[in-house]
Structure formats: C-alpha cells, structure tokens
C-alpha cells in the first residue's frame, strides 16, 4: 500500500516511526557492505522526470547527498549517485509502477487497395473471412497465411445473413505463432516479417450486400472505429489501427457479419481480411502492381 508520501506502508513501519529518521538515526547495516552507518536512505529525496522515470534529488544543506541527481534506472546508476542499496530498489520499483502506458490506439481510414498496397507493401501476414460457397465442399470460407492467394490453411464456415460472428486474431511472441478463430475454426500461422500496424479490410461487390467489423477491441483497449463495406457504395473500406506494440504480442477481438438479400454471393463478393505487417512512410499516391490488386480482388 503507498502512503501520502508517496513511499509504501510497509518501508515507513520498516523506519522504526512514520515520519522520515535524521542522518542522526543509524540503521544496522549487517550484511550491506560499503554503506556507512549513518549513510542512512532517507536523506534522499524522489521525485518523477518529466518521463515518468524517477530522480533522486538531495535535500537542502545534506552534503552527502549533493552527488545525486539526474534519472535513476538502474542499481548501475544508484552507484555513481552514490545511493544505498535500499533507497535503490525502492526507487526503481516506483519507476517500474510509473513506467509510460503504451499509446493511444488511433484510426484512419484509407481511401483505396493502392493506398493500402503502398503502406504495406509486404504483409507479415493476413486471415480472411469471406462467402466463399457457405460451408460447401467447393471452396473454404476461412484463411491464413502470407497472402490470401496461397494461405497456409482454410476452413469451412456457413455464414448465415445479418448473423453476428464473435472472432478473435491474436499473436503470441513465445511461440511466433498467430492465430485466427472464428466459428468452431482455429487457424494458425507463423510470420517471419515485423509487424508495426493492423489493417482491417472489408469488401461487398454486389447490390445489396455489406460486410462489417465491428465491436473491436485491441489488448482489451477499445477501438472506437469499424470496417464497413456497402455494396451500394464504394463497396470497399480500409481501417487502420496504430498505436499498440504488436511485436509484443496482441489480441485483436470484435464481430464480422455479411448480410444479403435475395441469392447469396460467392467466393470473394463479400469478404473482409485483418492483415499486419511493417507499415512504410509514404507521400503522395504511389503505383501498384496488377499482381498485388489481383491478391486483394481474386
């Protein structure tokens, strides 16, 4: 538990009192080599950088704390400040507890496949979801791999219109592995390129149609955006997700529906697909291969 003054209950009762012993309160330092016997810790003040790391900042009219100062990170550092042992473990815990939170997810939505294709030239990997022929033998409704020409495995799903399918795409740095559930489905694949952003993809090609992901969350951070392609207008809509450390391993959940009228679509009229990789710097519109629309459309 963390007093008032910012320092924890257990290391104030540990002083013997709950105000703060003078230099003149010696502290047995059986086993503690190198520290002095009035050497004591709590002549040393700490305060939070402006990075959220923590200082030691010396007291007014201690001279044998006028060396500290500056960020402390390390048992390293807490050495050339010349700072005890004790007062060292203590501030790093503090500055592990004050370390920065990862940032802020933000979205965009990008304006076509050349768009996207010139952000991400090179995908790490991509898992599709599209109509496919409804859980038929012909063709597979569900994929990963490198490309969604060649995944690396499918499977079956019977879509059914304006049903919401829970789903999660996940990454797990142990094991490299990601994985991809949806439905009574779990397909796995092994990326061997970086991962910087997400892309969420969803396309409905025909009158009547629409594909959606929606309700999504990031790392149990909620993404207050969706993917929604109508196919009585564009017909095609990109969402970008930063802000998270993919690398580290992530778990990106939400809801996929396809909803149609009349005869269903098939193969990929109606599909979306959640693909990551490095993301490059771009100005301006740059070309694209055929090959690389013919992997998104085919």
């Not at 700490?46 to 390390?74: F, I, K, M, V, Y």
Request: proline share 5%.
């Amino acid at each position: 538990m963390i007093s008032q003054n910012g320092l924890p209950d257990q290391a104030r009762r540990d002083q013997g009192s709950f105000g703060p012993p003078t230099r003149k309160e010696e502290r047995d330092t059986r086993g503690d080599r190198g520290v002095k016997k009035n050497d004591s810790w709590p002549i040393l003040g700490l305060g939070a950088d402006r990075r959220g790391g923590w200082t030691c900042q010396p007291n007014r009219g201690d001279r044998a704390a006028e060396s500290c100062s500056g960020p402390l990170s390390s048992i390293g550092d807490a050495k050339k400040m010349k700072i005890d042992r004790p007062t060292a473990v203590l501030a790093l815990a503090l500055a592990v507890a004050a370390a920065p939170a990862e940032a802020e997810l933000t979205t965009e939505h990008l304006s076509s496949d050349g768009e996207l294709l010139a952000i991400l030239p090179e995908v790490s990997f991509v898992c599709e979801g599209r109509i496919g022929d409804r859980g038929g033998t012909a063709t597979f409704e569900l994929d990963i791999g490198s490309s969604t020409s060649a995944p690396s495995e499918t499977a079956q799903h019977a879509w059914t219109s304006g049903f919401e399918e829970p789903f999660e795409v996940a990454y797990h740095p142990a094991t490299g592995i990601v994985t991809f559930a949806l439905g009574a489905a779990m397909l796995t694949y092994a990326p061997d390129l970086p991962l910087t952003d997400l892309f969420l993809r969803t396309r409905a090609t025909l009158s009547g149609t629409s594909a959606r992901l929606f309700d999504l969350s990031l790392n149990g951070e909620t993404v207050n955006d969706a993917s929604a392609a109508d196919g009585d207008a564009a017909g095609i809509d990109i969402l970008r997700v930063r802000g998270a450390d993919l690398a580290r391993g992530f778990a990106l959940t939400g809801k996929a529906v396809f909803e149609w009228t009349g005869t269903a679509p098939t193969q990929s009229r109606l599909a979306f697909q959640i693909q990551a990789g490095e993301a490059q710097a771009t100005t301006g519109t740059e070309p694209i291969s055929w090959g690389g629309v013919k992997t998104l459309f085919r």
